[in-house]
């Protein structure tokens, strides 16, 4: 058997990666979706009302600007500012005029929307623990820890690289974050708490 010439090789892997790219999409997608259903069916929140609601809770008062909410959720403006208005009529946010920029605004939780949140946070970490925790075990968790750092630093040096999304981020997002991409590493322990 005659070896394989470099630039097969090289295809091939390049096919092997593509394909371990579909398979982590599709899991993505299913394990995006089965948490969803369980958080809705726990809670009745959506997906984005958890985002929201998630990100209020660990923001400093609970409270954070819109423009730093929408950086750190990375929505397009109409969906965030849509979004916002639906749960402020459910009571669950309020919309201020920002106190150090009279340009923007504020949004934070209200007490019924503290409460939906932290509920929400417990169902979604308990749904976290049993699905992907208790079934990857520690090995493989500390390898998908590792390869979200590097694709953080990526993601991060993408976005330093792209101009729209230069303007688009605010000078200082404060929350709990640092902008969309957090390192594994960095994040608080899934299995803390």
Do not use: N
């Not at 984005?48 to 209020?56: G, K, M, R, S, V």
């Not at 459910?90 to 929307?113: K, P």
């Not at 630093?153 to 640092?178: K, T």
Request: aromatic share 4%; with cysteine; proline share 5%.
């Amino acid at each position: 058997m005659t070896a394989q010439p470099p630039a097969d090789r090289r295809q091939e892997r390049a096919d092997d990666g593509i394909a371990v790219w579909r398979t982590y999409s599709g899991v993505h997608a299913r394990l995006a979706g089965h948490l969803s259903r369980e958080l809705s069916r726990a809670t009745g929140l959506s997906e984005a009302d958890f985002q929201i609601l998630d990100a209020l809770l660990d923001a400093p008062e609970t409270r954070m600007r819109v423009l730093d909410l929408r950086w750190e959720l990375q929505w397009e403006k109409s969906r965030l500012s849509h979004h916002l208005a639906r749960m402020c009529a459910r009571g669950l946010l309020e919309r201020e005029v920002c106190a150090t920029d009279a340009r923007g605004w504020d949004v934070t939780l209200t007490t019924a929307g503290r409460d939906a949140a932290e509920r929400a946070r417990r169902v979604r970490e308990a749904s976290v623990r049993r699905i992907v925790l208790d079934t990857l075990g520690p090995d493989l968790l500390d390898r998908l820890a590792e390869a979200a750092d590097v694709l953080a630093e990526r993601l991060e040096r993408a976005a330093e690289e792209d101009p729209e999304c230069r303007a688009a981020r605010p000078a200082a997002a404060p929350g709990r974050s640092g902008g969309p991409a957090q390192s594994a590493s960095a994040a608080p322990s899934a299995q803390a708490g």
